[in-house]
C-alpha cells in the first residue's frame, strides 16, 4: 500500500494549548479518516473526510481534507489529559469486495503536560 | 457502528507454539480484515477475510504462517503459527463499511512470545 507520513511524530504540550499535525502521502486519496488509539484499545475514528477542501469538526477536533488529494490536517483546540493517545491517519485503497483496505500513516504520538 | 470483540485479549506463549485469535462481530458483516501493530509502530494489513473462501494476503504475509477462517458473516480467527519474539505484536481485527469508507476495530490482542 501506499506510505502516509505523519508529522510531527511526537509532541508535548501545556494543557489548554492547541494542537496540530498532519499526514502527506506520495498518492492521491478520495477518503481520509483520523482515528486516535489509546492505550490497550484498538484505535477509534474520529473523523472521515470525503472531498477535497472539506472541513469537519468533531468536538474540539477540527480536519481538513487537503486540495491536492495528497494531504490532510487535524486540529485539536484546547488540548485536555484525556487528548493523550496516538493519532493516525488513514486512507482507503484498493477495494476489495465491498470495502477497501486501509494503509495507515506513522501516527502522532501526544502527551500533554499539567 | 458494530461491537467488535477480540479473544483473548493478551497472552504470553512460547516460541515454536500457535495461537488463535477470535474476533466476533454483533451484526453480519461482509468484509473483515486483520492487521498487526508491532511495538510502537503503525497498523499493517495482514489480510482479508473472506467469507466463504480463502483470505487474501497482502504482500509479506504468507497462509502457513497467518491461517484465516471465515465460517460466517460475523465470525473470524487468525492463527499466528510457530510463533517466535518477532511476532510480538498487537493483532487487530475490523470491519468495512463499504469502498472508501471507515473501518471499525476490536481492542486488540496483545501478544508476547518468550
Known amino acids: 500500500g501506499q506510505q502516509l507520513n505523519q508529522s510531527p511524530q511526537s509532541m508535548f504540550i501545556q494543557e489548554g494549548e492547541d494542537v496540530s499535525m498532519n499526514c502527506t502521502s506520495s498518492?492521491?486519496?478520495?477518503?481520509w479518516l483520523w482515528y486516535k488509539q489509546d492505550p490497550g484499545e484498538g484505535p477509534v475514528l474520529l473523523i472521515a473526510l470525503y472531498k477535497a477542501g472539506e472541513l469537519t469538526s468533531n468536538g474540539r477536533l477540527t480536519a481538513q481534507f487537503g486540495i491536492t488529494r495528497k494531504d490532510s490536517f487535524l486540529n485539536i483546540s484546547a488540548s485536555i489529559p484525556s487528548d493523550v493517545g496516538i493519532y493516525f491517519c488513514?486512507?482507503?485503497?484498493?477495494?476489495?469486495?465491498?470495502?477497501?483496505?486501509?494503509?495507515f500513516g506513522t501516527g502522532t504520538r501526544l502527551q500533554v503536560t499539567l | 457502528s458494530a461491537v467488535i470483540s477480540q479473544k483473548p485479549s493478551r497472552d504470553i506463549c512460547q516460541r515454536g507454539t500457535s495461537l488463535t485469535i477470535q474476533c466476533q462481530v454483533d451484526s453480519q458483516v461482509t468484509m473483515m480484515f486483520w492487521y498487526r501493530q508491532q511495538p510502537g509502530q503503525s497498523l499493517t494489513l495482514i489480510a482479508t477475510?473472506?467469507?466463504?473462501?480463502?483470505?487474501?494476503?497482502e504482500s509479506g504475509f504468507v497462509i502457513d504462517k497467518f491461517p484465516i477462517s471465515r465460517p460466517n458473516l460475523t465470525f473470524s480467527t487468525l492463527t499466528v503459527s510457530n510463533m517466535s519474539p518477532e511476532d510480538s505484536s498487537i493483532y487487530l481485527c475490523?470491519?468495512?463499511?463499504?469502498?472508501?469508507?471507515?473501518?471499525?476495530f476490536g481492542d486488540g490482542t496483545r501478544l508476547s512470545i518468550l
Open positions: 488513514a486512507g482507503p485503497w484498493g477495494s476489495t469486495g465491498t470495502a477497501s483496505k486501509l494503509t
Open positions: 498518492s492521491i486519496f478520495n477518503t
Open positions: 477475510a473472506n467469507q466463504g473462501s480463502e483470505a487474501t494476503y
Open positions: 475490523s470491519v468495512g463499511q463499504g469502498r472508501n469508507q471507515p473501518q471499525h
